[in-house]
């Protein structure tokens, strides 16, 4: 009897251990495939399109400090 209940807890072991390989592969691609999308547009950002700093703006010119 011990050696069918330890038969199967190694099966067991076995299989878990492969479905998780299984979705650490899966996960790992999926995050590479992920990243790579997002440095192919550029993480999203607009190259000097908006929003623009625009200094003249700010320029403390009404404030009249003497």
Same mark, same amino acid.
């Given at each position: /009897?011990?050696? &069918?209940?330890?038969?199967?807890? &190694?099966? &067991?072991?076995?299989?878990?251990?492969?479905?998780? /390989? =299984?979705? $650490? @592969?899966?996960?790992?691609?999926?995050?590479?495939?992920?990243? =790579?999308? =997002?440095?192919? $547009?550029?993480? +999203?950002?607009?190259? +000097? @399109?908006? %929003?623009?700093?625009? +200094?003249? &703006?700010? /320029? %403390? /010119?009404?404030? @009249?400090? @003497?």
């Amino acid at each position: /009897m011990t050696d &069918q209940v330890r038969v199967a807890a &190694q099966v &067991q072991a076995e299989l878990a251990y492969m479905n998780f /390989m =299984l979705w $650490c @592969k899966r996960t790992t691609w999926a995050i590479l495939a992920t990243m =790579l999308l =997002l440095v192919s $547009c550029n993480f +999203g950002v607009d190259e +000097g @399109k908006y %929003p623009n700093y625009n +200094g003249a &703006q700010y /320029m %403390p /010119m009404n404030l @009249k400090v @003497k």
